[in-house]
T-cell receptor, first 115, second 113 residues
């Protein structure tokens, strides 16, 4: 199993450009998450999904959109990038509360710089 | 709402020193508590967890005890190694499981030989 993978690993954008970050998991997990990690701020939840076709807002959703058309994929979109969106983005998946392995599984991260 | 406060870093220790990273929380009900570790250039991975009061989580020589009376979950290790250099995050979730995690800001640990 590859676990949770993220594409791309690095990206540099200019202000106003758009892009999509792809997260894929091969563990058949129901829940998926997008976080951003900023120095001194820990991880903050952007959006999450509790199943295919569902999405919900997290703590810092403004400026981002997401889609979960397939169970294994969770896409994070930036329609008009801003320098404040410079961050490291982590995707995570979670099997569900009734399973033994009660933890979220994280991808390796995408480092995004917006100039 | 739920929140986690952990000690500010960075923390620098010599190999074989004793480690404590403090973590306190505010939550309603009976949350589960976690420590995650992030090695350089990688994502987070679960280090240990505790799901009820007085539970002790342990892994790789690290320990933390769920103290409801002091709302704390301090991470300890008796003898750190260079390979323990990483960022450590304390986190909590609501009752039922890990669906919604709230993270502390992270503490960077550097262990020198």
């Amino acid at each position: 199993n590859a676990g949770v993978t993220q594409t791309p690993k690095f990206r540099v954008l200019k202000t106003g450009q758009s892009m999509t970050l792809l997260c894929a998991q091969d563990m058949n997990h129901e829940y998926m998450y997008w976080y951003r990690q900023d120095p001194g701020m820990g991880l903050r939840l952007i959006h999450y999904s509790v199943g295919e076709g569902t999405t919900a807002k997290g703590e810092v959703p403004d400026g981002y959109n997401v889609s979960r058309l397939k169970k294994q994929n969770f896409l994070l979109g930036l329609e008009s990038a801003a320098p404040s969106q410079t961050s490291v983005y982590f995707c995570a998946s979670y099997p569900g509360p009734t399973t033994k392995r009660d933890t979220q599984y994280f991808g390796p991260g995408t480092r995004l710089t917006v100039l | 709402g739920n929140s986690v406060t952990q000690m500010e870093g960075p923390v620098t220790l010599s190999e074989e020193a004793f480690l404590t990273i403090n973590c306190t929380y505010t939550a309603t009900g009976y949350p589960s508590l976690f420590w995650y570790v992030q090695y350089p250039g990688e994502g987070l991975q679960l280090l240990l967890k505790a799901t009820k009061a007085d539970d002790k989580g342990s892994n790789k020589g690290f320990e933390a005890t769920y103290r409801k009376e002091t709302t704390s979950f301090h991470l300890e290790k008796g003898s750190v190694q260079v390979s323990d250099s990483a960022v450590y995050f304390c986190a909590l979730s609501g009752q039922g499981g890990s669906e919604k995690l709230v993270f502390g800001k992270g503490t960077k640990l550097t262990v020198n030989p």
